[in-house]
């Protein structure tokens, strides 16, 4: 069975920072791209970041430069830090695992982060 179980996330003011991680199992983690994506309210779920099985990186524009994305084969875990936090990165963050023999691929639960002063 697989599991992606996230943590982190919480309340935090303008220009902080959290840090979101997501662990798997029943996965060959290494041979996966693993991504985050959010969900703000009444909007679609749209990808923030993501980390190849071979380290490459790519971030959404309204991220670069403020969230970090990498991965810890070993522990079959990937993080988001996220640094200088706005009001509008309010969402739900959710990880992924994704391959090309599996659609979709696999979903962790999501994780509520919400930026207020």
């Known amino acids: 069975q697989v599991q992606l179980v996230q943590s982190g996330g919480g309340l935090v003011q303008p220009g902080g920072s959290l840090r979101l991680s997501c662990t798997a199992s029943?996965?060959?983690?290494?041979?996966?791209?693993m991504g985050w994506y959010r969900q703000a309210p009444g909007k679609q779920r749209v990808l923030v970041a993501r980390?190849?099985?071979?380290?490459?990186?790519n971030y959404a524009d309204s991220v670069k430069g403020r969230f970090t994305i990498s991965r810890d084969n070993a522990k079959k875990s990937v993080y988001l830090q996220m640094n200088s936090l706005k009001p509008e990165d309010t969402a739900v963050y959710f990880c992924?695992?994704?391959?090309?023999?599996?659609?979709?691929?696999?979903w962790g639960q999501g994780t509520q982060v919400t930026v207020s002063s």
């Open positions: 980390v190849t099985s071979g380290d490459s990186t």
């Open positions: 992924n695992a994704n391959r090309s023999a599996v659609p979709g691929g696999y």
């Open positions: 029943g996965i060959v983690f290494r041979i996966y791209e």
